[in-house]
C-alpha cells in the first residue's frame, strides 16, 4: 500500500504566495482560490508545499524566489500565475504535481545528492557560516547585529518592497528601502478607474486592512475582510455585502485591543499627504472611514492614494523604523502600506 | 474525597488531552471556515487533514543549527502539557494528588519556557530567535500574575494539594470567590499556551516565529503539542476555579470534562474574537495592573479565610 500517497491526496496543500511587482490582480485571484477551496496560506517556506509566485517575472525577483524555493522542504511545487486567469489553472497544475509521488520522489533524491556534494566537512565555523558581529545597541548594551532582509518573499507585505534591515535583540538598527523589479510606466491596480459606484476604491481599503490585521495577529477577522473585498470586486449586483461589511466594520471599528496595539506607532508628521499623517491607529481609523462611505448607499468614498502618496511612504519608511521592534516596524509598513506598483522605478535619495 | 487511579490511568491522560486538544484544533478550523464563507462542518477533518500533509513533509536541516535543542524543544511541550495533567483529578480520581500538586502544574508549565526559547535559539534564524525573546518577555509578563492567582486558590483551600482545593470549594466555587484570580487565570492560560491574543511567539509577522524553520514532524508535534497544552491549562482550572468534579445528576468525571470542554471552548472562541497582543504593552500591563490586582486578591481571601 503506497501510503505516502494516500496521505498526500488528504492533506490540504499550503501554499506560500509571494508577489512581485504588477501581480495585484493575479495576487486576488490567488487567495480568492486559496480561500474558497479551504486552502491556508503559509507562514514561511518551511511550512508550504506551494511556492505561488503571482505577477510578471523579473530576473531580480526570480533570484529571491529560488532561494525561497530552496527552503521549501519537498514534496513541493511551484507555480506562477501571471494573470488573474491563469490562477485556477496553474493551482490546478501544482497540486497535480505534488500529488506525483514518483517525481517527488526523485526531486528528494535530487536534493539530498546536491546537498552531500555541497557539504564541506572541515569547517571552523557552525555550519560554515560566518558568526555575527557586534556592536553597540540603543541602550549601550554590546550584542550581536544580525542581518534581516524583509521581503520581498514575505506574506502580507507589499509587493516587491524590500526592507534590508540590521537587527540587535529584536530591535531594528538600520533600515534600507528598495524596491525589487518595479519599473516606469507599471499600472496601478488599485489606481485604475473606478466605474463601479466606489467598490475598488472600497476593496483597496479592505485590501489594507486585511493585510494590517494579518500583521496585527488577527486572522479572522483578515480573512473575512478578504471575503469582502472578493464580494466587492465581482462585477454585478452585490447581495448581502452591504450588512455583512457593516457588521465586520462594526466587529474590527469596536476593538480597542487593536486600536492600543497601533496607537503611537509611525508617526507622520502634517507635511506629508493626507492619507499618511498621524499614528498607524489614525491611518486605521481613515481605511475604516473609507469603508464605511462605500458600505453605506450614497456618494462613492475618496480614491486611494496616488504614486506621490506610495513614493513619500516609501521615502519616511526608514526613519519611522529604525529604533523600533520588529513588531512595531511590520505593523509600520502594513499601517503606510505603500501601492508600490504606482511608484515606478525607485531609488532612494541618498543619504536616507 | 479524592483518591489515586490506577496505574494504566497514565494512559488515559494523554488520550484525554489528545482528544480534547483535537476538539480545540477542530473548533478553531470551523470558526476559520465560517469567517471564510464556507461551511464550519469542514473544520471537522481540517486538523486531521493538516497532520496528513505534515507527516509526509521532510524534515529540513539548516547548516549552523543546534539540533540537540532544536528537535528536542518542540517535542517538550507535548510532554510537559501531559506531565502537568498527572495531577488534575478527573472526577475525584487523580493519576498523582502530590501534596504539592499545585507547584507541580506549576513547575511543568514553565517547562514550556525552555522549550520554546530551545527551539527559537537552535534554529539559527533571526525568525526563531526574535520569536524565542517574545516568548521569554510574554512569560516574564504573565508568570507573576499567573503564580499570584495560584496562590490565591491554595490560600483558600489552605494547602497546595489539588484534591484540597476541589474540596475545599464544596460550598462555593473559587471562580465565585475570588473572580479577579480566576481572569487572571484565563488570561495567563492564553499566555502561556501561546494561543491567540498572546500567539505572537509564533506570529505571522515573523513568519512563524520559533516555528519559522520547522516542517514536517517537527511541526506536527509543536503544533498538536500546543493545542494538548491549551487542553491541560483548561483542565486545570477545573479543580483549580469550578468547583472540580461536583455538579448534579452525572458522575463526576462527566462533569470534569464538560466544564473542562466548556473553557477550552471560551479560549478557542476568545482566540479567534480578538487580535494579537503587543507584548511590549502588555509587559506593562501585566506589572502594573495585574500584579497589584492578583495581590489585592491574594489579601482579600486571606481575610476571607481568617474570618470564616
Known amino acids: 500500500m503506497d501510503l505516502t500517497g494516500w496521505l498526500l491526496r488528504r492533506a490540504v496543500p499550503r501554499p506560500f504566495v509571494v508577489t512581485t511587482v504588477g501581480g495585484t490582480g493575479a495576487r486576488l485571484a490567488v487567495e480568492r482560490i486559496v480561500r474558497e477551496r479551504g486552502w491556508r496560506r503559509a507562514l514561511s517556506p518551511a511550512d508550504a508545499d506551494l511556492l505561488v509566485v503571482c505577477g510578471p517575472a523579473n530576473a531580480d525577483a526570480d533570484e529571491a524566489l529560488d532561494r525561497v524555493w530552496a527552503q521549501l522542504p519537498g514534496p513541493r511545487a511551484r507555480a506562477r500565475v501571471g494573470a488573474p486567469e491563469q490562477a485556477r489553472h496553474a493551482l490546478d497544475t501544482a497540486r497535480a504535481d505534488l500529488l506525483d509521488v514518483a517525481a517527488q520522489r526523485r526531486d528528494a533524491d535530487a536534493r539530498d545528492r546536491s546537498a552531500r556534494a555541497a557539504a564541506d566537512p572541515d569547517e571552523d565555523m557552525p555550519g560554515g557560516l560566518p558568526m555575527a558581529g557586534r556592536g553597540e545597541d540603543r541602550d549601550g548594551l554590546t550584542l550581536d547585529r544580525l542581518h534581516l532582509s524583509l521581503g520581498p518573499a514575505l506574506p502580507d507585505w507589499p509587493a516587491g518592497l524590500s526592507l534590508r534591515t540590521v537587527i540587535q535583540g529584536d530591535v531594528v538598527q538600520e533600515a534600507h528601502v528598495s524596491l525589487v523589479g518595479a519599473r516606469d510606466g507599471a499600472a496601478s491596480f488599485w489606481g485604475a478607474p473606478d466605474g463601479d459606484r466606489g467598490g475598488r476604491s472600497t476593496a483597496a481599503a479592505l485590501d489594507s486592512a486585511q493585510r494590517l490585521l494579518s500583521v496585527a495577529g488577527w486572522p479572522a477577522a483578515a480573512l473575512s475582510a478578504r471575503r469582502l473585498r472578493d464580494a466587492l470586486l465581482e462585477p454585478g449586483p452585490r447581495p448581502g455585502t452591504g450588512a455583512e461589511l457593516r457588521r465586520w466594520r462594526h466587529m474590527v471599528g469596536r476593538s480597542r485591543l487593536l486600536r492600543w496595539s497601533l496607537r503611537g506607532l509611525g508617526r507622520v508628521g502634517d507635511g506629508a499627504p493626507e492619507e499618511l499623517r498621524g499614528d498607524a491607529a489614525d491611518r486605521w481609523a481613515r481605511w475604516l472611514g473609507r469603508i464605511g462611505t462605500a458600505s453605506d448607499p450614497g456618494p462613492p468614498g475618496a480614491a486611494p492614494g496616488g504614486p506621490d502618496v506610495a513614493r513619500t511612504a516609501l521615502d519616511l519608511l526608514p526613519d519611522l523604523v529604525v529604533g523600533q521592534e520588529l513588531a512595531s516596524a511590520r505593523l509600520v509598513v502594513a499601517s503606510l502600506d505603500p501601492d508600490t506598483e504606482a511608484v515606478g522605478a525607485y531609488a532612494p535619495e541618498p543619504g536616507t | ?308
Open chain 2, 1 to 308: 474525597m479524592s483518591g489515586v487511579a490506577p496505574p494504566w490511568a497514565v494512559l488515559l491522560v494523554p488520550a484525554l488531552l489528545i482528544v480534547l486538544g483535537y476538539g480545540a484544533a477542530a473548533g478553531t478550523a470551523a470558526l476559520r471556515a465560517r469567517a471564510a464563507g464556507a461551511a464550519p462542518v469542514s473544520g471537522l477533518t481540517a486538523p486531521a487533514r493538516e497532520s496528513a500533509r505534515l507527516l509526509v513533509q521532510r524534515r529540513r536541516t539548516i547548516p549552523g543549527t543546534d539540533t540537540l535543542l532544536w528537535r528536542l524543544g518542540g517535542a517538550l511541550v507535548p510532554v510537559a502539557a501531559v506531565l502537568a495533567a498527572l495531577v488534575i483529578p478527573l472526577g475525584s480520581t487523580a493519576v498523582s494528588d502530590p501534596s504539592v500538586g499545585v507547584v507541580w502544574f506549576n513547575a511543568m508549565e514553565v517547562v514550556v519556557w525552555a522549550a520554546l526559547w530551545m527551539l527559537g535559539w537552535g534554529a539559527n534564524s533571526v525568525w526563531g530567535l526574535v520569536g524565542g525573546y517574545r516568548f521569554l518577555i510574554q512569560g516574564l509578563s504573565y508568570e507573576l500574575p499567573h503564580m499570584f492567582a495560584l496562590t490565591a486558590a491554595a490560600l483558600g483551600a489552605g494547602s497546595l494539594r489539588v484534591g484540597d482545593v476541589v474540596a475545599a470549594q464544596e460550598q462555593v466555587w473559587f471562580a465565585v470567590l475570588m473572580p479577579a484570580a480566576f481572569v487572571v487565570y484565563l488570561v495567563s492560560a492564553l499566555a502561556m499556551a501561546f494561543w491567540g491574543p498572546f500567539g505572537t511567539p509564533v506570529g505571522r509577522d515573523l513568519a512563524g516565529g520559533v516555528a519559522a524553520e520547522l516542517s514536517g514532524v517537527d511541526l506536527l508535534v509543536l503544533r498538536a503539542g500546543r493545542y494538548v497544552f491549551l487542553a491541560a491549562v483548561a483542565a486545570m482550572a477545573v479543580p483549580l476555579f469550578l468547583g472540580g468534579g461536583a455538579g448534579p445528576l452525572l458522575p463526576g468525571w462527566v462533569w470534569t470534562l464538560v466544564k473542562t470542554a466548556g473553557v477550552l471552548a471560551l479560549l478557542v472562541w476568545l482566540g479567534h474574537r480578538l487580535p494579537a497582543v503587543r507584548m511590549d504593552r502588555f509587559t506593562e500591563v501585566g506589572w502594573v495592573v495585574l500584579v497589584p490586582v492578583t495581590l489585592l486578591q491574594v489579601l482579600a481571601v486571606a481575610v476571607y479565610v481568617l474570618v470564616r
